[in-house]
C-alpha cells in the first residue's frame, strides 16, 4: 500500500509500505480521508519528541472497513466507519471510571515516542481495535467524520466545566480547537462569548460562530473584557493555546470566584499568578483530548448543530501531502484543515 511516511525530521516519502496486519480484535480500514492535525505539523520537526522517525502520522481519519479480526462480531466489511484517536486499553482503574483520555496504556494513532510506536491513517489502510470504532451516521461524509477528533476535543472542555445559562465567557485563542469551544458554548446556552486572538481573521470567523466580541490582545485587553462583564470579569474562561501570555490573560479575565478550564499545552510550563488565583479563589481544571464524546460529535454534525465545512480549507491527494506539510509548517495565511485522500 501507500503511505506518506515521515523518514525523518522535516522529511516526507510517499512509499510502499506493507499493508498492516490485524489482530482477532481489530479491523483494517481502507482510508478515505484523513486530516492534518496541528500536533502533527508540531512534530514533524522533532520538537515535541512524539513523532520520532520512521512514523506514519495521522489520527483524523475515516473510512470503510477493508477486513475484520476473528474476533470482531458487529462490524462488517463494508462498514463506513470513523475510530478515536486515542487506543486505551479498556482494563486500567480510569477506564473502568470511562474516563479512557486517562488511560494507564494509552497510545495516539500516528505517533512515536520513547514509550511505543503506533502508525496512523495517512495510508491507504490502517489497523484499528473494533472498541475504538464508531459508525458514521449516512449524513456525516468521510472528510466531515475526519474533523471529528477536534470537535471531541472541544466538547470535552465543554463538558469539564460547569456552565450555568447566560454565562459569559472568555476564549483566549481562537484557532481550530477554540473556534469549535466557541460553538458548543453558544449550544450550551452561554451569553456574551469574547474571543481573544492575534488574528483578526479567526475573531470575524469566533464572531461568525457567535462570539459577541472579539479581542486582539494588548494592554487593553483586559480593561476591554472588564468593560464588557460590567467590571465583575468573566465566569469561565477557556486557555486553548498553553504559553505565558495567554495563561495570564484568561487568569485576569475572571471574576472572583471565577474557573478556568486549560486545554491548550504549546509549552511544558508557565508562570503562575500564585496570588492573584489564590486570593481571588480561581478555579483551574484541565482538559485532556476526549473520553467517549465522538458519538455525540457524530451525531452533532449529521444534524448540522456545528458548522465543520468553514474549517475545510483543501481536500488534495495523500501523494501531495509532504507540500501540504510544508505549507502548514510555514503559517500560510489563512490554512485551516487539510484533508489528505488515500
Not at 317 to 340: D, N, T
Request: proline share 4%; charged share 25%; aromatic share 6%.
Amino acid at each position: 500500500m501507500k503511505a506518506l511516511v515521515l523518514k525523518e525530521y522535516n522529511n516526507f516519502s510517499y512509499e510502499d509500505v506493507p499493508v498492516p496486519e490485524i489482530q482477532p480484535d481489530e479491523v483494517l480500514v481502507r482510508v478515505k480521508a484523513c486530516s492534518i492535525c496541528g500536533s502533527d505539523v508540531h512534530g514533524m520537526d522533532g520538537s515535541t519528541g512524539r513523532r520520532i522517525p520512521p512514523i506514519i502520522m495521522g489520527h483524523e481519519a475515516a473510512g470503510v472497513i477493508e477486513k475484520t479480526g476473528s474476533n470482531v462480531r458487529d462490524f462488517s466489511v463494508g462498514d463506513r466507519v470513523t475510530f478515536d484517536s486515542t487506543i486505551f486499553c479498556g482494563k486500567c482503574d480510569y477506564c473502568r471510571q470511562g474516563r479512557i483520555n486517562l488511560c494507564d496504556n494509552r497510545k495516539v494513532l500516528g505517533v512515536s515516542c520513547d514509550e511505543y510506536r503506533q502508525h496512523g491513517a495517512f495510508a491507504e489502510y490502517v489497523a484499528v481495535p473494533r472498541h475504538i470504532l464508531y459508525r458514521l451516521p449516512e449524513e456525516v461524509s468521510f472528510e466531515r467524520a475526519a474533523m471529528v477528533e477536534p470537535l471531541s476535543i472541544a466538547l470535552h472542555a465543554v463538558n469539564n466545566t460547569p456552565i450555568s445559562i447566560n454565562d459569559t465567557v472568555v476564549v483566549v485563542g481562537a484557532g481550530m480547537i477554540g473556534l469549535l469551544v466557541i460553538q458548543m458554548l453558544k449550544l450550551a446556552g452561554c451569553g456574551k462569548i469574547i474571543a481573544v486572538d492575534l488574528d483578526q481573521d479567526k475573531l470575524e470567523m469566533a464572531k461568525k460562530f457567535g462570539a459577541y466580541a472579539g479581542l486582539q490582545p494588548g494592554r487593553d485587553v483586559i480593561s476591554e473584557i472588564m468593560k464588557i462583564t460590567d467590571n465583575r470579569g468573566a465566569d469561565i474562561a477557556f486557555e486553548v493555546v498553553g504559553i505565558i501570555p495567554t495563561f495570564e490573560t484568561a487568569v485576569s479575565s475572571l471574576k472572583k470566584g471565577g474557573w478556568l478550564t486549560l486545554v491548550g499545552n504549546l509549552s511544558p510550563e508557565v508562570k503562575l499568578p500564585l496570588q492573584k488565583v489564590v486570593t481571588r479563589e480561581i478555579t483551574l481544571r484541565g482538559s485532556c483530548a476526549s473520553s467517549g464524546e465522538y458519538g455525540d460529535c457524530l451525531d452533532l454534525i449529521a444534524d448540522g448543530k456545528v458548522d465543520i465545512d468553514s474549517f475545510i480549507s483543501a481536500v488534495a491527494p495523500l501523494s501531495e501531502g509532504a507540500s501540504w506539510f510544508e505549507r502548514l509548517y510555514a503559517g500560510e495565511k489563512g490554512l485551516m484543515k487539510v484533508i489528505l485522500k488515500p
